[in-house]
């Protein structure tokens, strides 16, 4: 049997990271430049439920049963057999290859998921509509924090831009124009487990302040759709920054982030923000042509683990 393979890129979160977990819209957009692969390969003569997962980029090779029950990858797996009806998956053998670095803000846990539901779903004659593959990935979400906001499965999959906001029909975005930005790694690993447990303390702690960025993001936001939809990147740029200054506020900026997002506007960014979870990870810059090479050199030399650019169109192919 030929091996059967599917994609899934990686995301960065525009405006609206946290807020997000609190009902505020977001916009998220998909990093096809990054790309999780996962192949599945037929085991015809081990017995059903022989599953062996290689994912040599974290060491991983290890049979199913060898996993933790609540390893995201076992997670998918036991998700898609209930979702199927089915006690057992037939046997197989499961690589995973992402160019997504790991915990740094990039959607590379969701991006695995996204593919590998494709591809198994797939390999057993039934591949699910992104619909069932957003919603199953969600439930792995809920894996690497109690209270996904559905953010990451939800742009992976459908691999569009787009607003989001907990418990409304996503909006995908027509952009006026396409823009560029430059994401640079602080090499600082982001765990999105403790930064949201961490706005979850401070929330309880001082309800009405949290309450208020949370609404700002949100205004924030909104203004940022307008702005991608006239094309107004000197706007947009203005608020990725004031953006930035909340999430600063809240505490998830670093010492080596802001060094990034200093960087970044000193030599001529429009704006810049952290991207994700925060407390490490990566950061955006948003640029122009003029401007673009300026900025990757400076993050460069600013200590930025891994730099490259991104041009973000309408995946419709309009621009
Ligand atoms: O760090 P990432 O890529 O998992 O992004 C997390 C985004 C948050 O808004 C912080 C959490 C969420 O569930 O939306």
Redesign the pocket.
């Known amino acids: 049997m030929p091996a059967i393979f599917a994609t899934a890129p990686a995301?960065a979160?525009l405006l609206?990271?946290?807020a997000?977990?609190y009902g505020q819209p977001?916009i998220a957009i998909p990093l096809p430049q990054l790309q999780t692969k996962v192949t599945i390969l037929a085991s015809p003569i081990a017995p059903s439920g022989t599953i062996q997962i290689l994912s040599p980029a974290i060491g991983l090779d290890a049979q199913i049963t060898d996993l933790a029950e609540e390893h995201p990858i076992k997670k998918a797996l036991s998700l898609l057999a209930n979702h199927f009806n089915l006690s057992n998956l037939p046997a197989m053998k499961v690589l995973i290859h992402s160019d997504i670095p790991v915990a740094a803000?990039?959607?590379s846990?969701?991006s695995v998921s996204v593919a590998l539901i494709r591809a198994v779903s797939s390999f057993i004659g039934h591949p699910l509509h992104d619909e069932q593959v957003s919603a199953i990935a969600f439930e792995v979400?809920k894996i690497?924090?109690s209270?996904?906001?559905?953010?990451?499965n939800t742009v992976i999959t459908f691999g569009r831009s787009l607003l989001f906001e907990h418990g409304k029909a996503m909006q995908f975005i027509d952009l006026k124009e396409a823009f560029d930005l430059i994401i640079a790694d602080s090499g600082e690993k982001?765990s999105?487990r403790e930064?949201?447990e961490m706005v979850r303390h401070d929330f309880q702690n001082a309800p009405h302040l949290y309450q208020d960025y949370f609404d700002n993001i949100g205004i924030l936001v909104k203004q940022a759709l307008f702005a991608l939809q006239i094309g107004s990147m000197n706007t947009l740029g203005s608020l990725l920054t004031e953006n930035q200054l909340i999430l600063n506020k809240m505490k998830l900026s670093t010492p080596k982030l802001d060094d990034l997002i200093g960087a970044a506007m000193q030599s001529g960014a429009l704006g810049a923000k952290l991207t994700?979870?925060?407390g490490g990870?990566c950061i955006i810059a948003l640029v122009d042509s003029i401007n673009s090479s300026k900025v990757r050199d400076a993050l460069t030399e600013a200590g930025a683990l891994g730099v490259f650019s991104v041009t973000i169109k309408n995946q419709n192919g309009i621009n």
């Open positions: 995301k979160i609206g990271e946290h997000v977990v977001a803000g990039l959607g846990g969701a979400e690497h924090h209270t996904p906001s559905g953010i990451d982001s999105t930064t949201v994700g979870g925060g990870g």
